[in-house]
């Protein structure tokens, strides 16, 4: 039997459903999930010795390729001088400051452990600073896990949201609306209705938790007025877009700035960190400046802090992310060009660093529902073949449909030439 099942039964046995986060356990594509035993670069070895050119990266978050050796020194280095102290140290002001000089919406801006722990932060600081309660929400946007963003669209009601997991009381899913992500007219019609009430609106402005599906221009701008009319705050989940669709993430990409902003993932370089900003005049509102409550034993941990500023150095340095976006162009063109040839109908997009593909169309897919209708076809077979014989090939990719990829500063030429190759035979795989 092969080691990752071993382990994986093990796990099993002392951990829910053998993971530390649901989609790890391979759930929507069948099979047992390889167990990582190392990562260079831009490949995994998993506990058999198989390796894979890995499009996860952790999630987003190895945006340098993994054990990056000038992140790992920075990492031993701090670690070498103590773990964390409860107390203020010089470099969680550093990552601040270079976060703030390439996000300038970012004021002010706390580092907190985790991207759900931002959005709870971001969100309540919103109803603190409002005094209003409604936070809109869009279908398809994941936000973490915290009780508000864990509610989806009621039926028959534009404004009422219905809990997505049992726990989340009904109260707090009353206190969130989700409505269709790209739809400019439903933004209009459920402000009209309630506008007076919403504290914030929430939005991925590209969405990375249902496959990859960029927010279009109309749609981001429509949430911009709409905010400013009603004097409700708008918050960018940059969690994955930060850092990663463009440095300045994609506020810079849409010249749209948010009033408030959350990040995770790349500032961290791998460890776990999540960053909340916006204005001084709303972020005064957080203690212990103002009354909104926050606050973290682990916050700012310096290990983390000096992974991400380390990665964040690295990144914004020479050519270093112009290049990742041409290597991330050619495999997008390598894909294509690779479907057409094996005639099997195949959309793939991307921006930046980030992109995603879907088997059954060649056309744009832009909402949810397209979506759902795409990736279920046929019980959602091909992707769970294509997946699989990926993986077989020897590329690890997302192991879900709903996700998009990410790609690394250490995929590089050859490493995309082979990822288009694995994909050729992949695709004639399932066209057989
Ligand atoms: N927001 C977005 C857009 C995300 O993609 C994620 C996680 O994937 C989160 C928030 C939650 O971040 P974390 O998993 O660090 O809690």
Not at 189 to 200: R, Y
Not at 226 to 240: K, P, Q
Request: hydrophobic share 40%; glycine share 12%.
């Amino acid at each position: 039997m092969k080691r990752s099942t071993t382990l994986y039964r093990r796990a099993c046995l002392a951990i829910p459903g053998g993971v530390n986060s649901p989609v790890r356990a391979f759930k929507a594509v069948g099979g047992t999930p390889p167990f990582i035993k190392e990562a260079r670069g831009a490949w995994l070895t998993d506990e058999d010795g198989n390796q894979y050119i890995d499009y996860v990266g952790s999630w987003g978050a190895m945006i340098m390729g993994h054990a990056h050796p000038e992140v790992l020194t920075a990492v031993k280095q701090t670690a070498e001088r103590g773990l964390g102290f409860g107390a203020s140290t010089e470099i969680e002001t550093q990552l601040a400051e270079k976060i703030k000089a390439y996000i300038p919406s970012m004021d002010l801006l706390r580092l907190v452990n985790s991207g759900s722990e931002a959005v709870m932060s971001a969100v309540r600081l919103a109803r603190g600073y409002t005094g209003r309660e409604q936070i809109i929400k869009f279908d398809g946007c994941y936000h973490g896990h915290s009780d508000a963003m864990l509610v989806g669209a009621g039926s028959g009601s534009l404004t009422l949201g219905v809990p997505n997991s049992p726990g989340v009381p009904d109260s707090t899913a009353a206190a969130t609306s989700t409505i269709g992500y790209n739809n400019a007219a439903q933004v209009d019609e459920v402000f009209e209705q309630i506008g007076d009430q919403v504290a914030a609106v929430i939005v991925e402005p590209v969405a990375g938790n249902m496959n990859f599906v960029p927010g279009n221009a109309e749609f981001l701008s429509t949430l911009r007025r709409c905010c400013d009319h009603y004097g409700t705050l708008l918050i960018f989940d940059e969690v994955m877009s930060g850092f990663r669709v463009a440095i300045g993430g994609a506020q810079s990409v849409y010249q749209i700035k948010p009033d408030l902003t959350v990040l995770g993932k790349v500032i961290g370089g791998g460890l776990p960190i999540g960053a909340f900003g916006g204005s001084k005049k709303i972020m005064q509102h957080i203690a212990p400046l103002g009354p909104v409550y926050q606050a973290g034993t682990l916050s700012g941990n310096p290990v983390a802090v000096a992974a991400g500023l380390r990665t964040l150095e690295l990144l914004c340095a020479d050519n270093c992310f112009d290049d990742i976006v041409r290597n991330t162009q050619t495999l997008i063109g390598g894909l294509l060009d690779c479907a057409r040839d094996v005639g099997v109908d195949f959309y793939s997009d991307s921006m930046g660093a980030m992109f995603g593909f879907f088997l059954g169309t060649t056309q744009k897919v832009e909402t949810l529902n397209q979506v759902r209708s795409c990736v279920t076809k046929d019980n959602g077979k091909p992707f769970k073949s294509f997946f699989h014989a990926m993986l077989d090939g020897g590329v690890y990719l997302p192991p879900s449909p709903f996700e998009a990829c990410f790609i690394s500063a250490a995929h590089d030429a050859e490493v995309i030439e082979q990822t288009i190759d694995v994909t050729k035979k992949a695709l004639l795989k399932i066209k057989n």
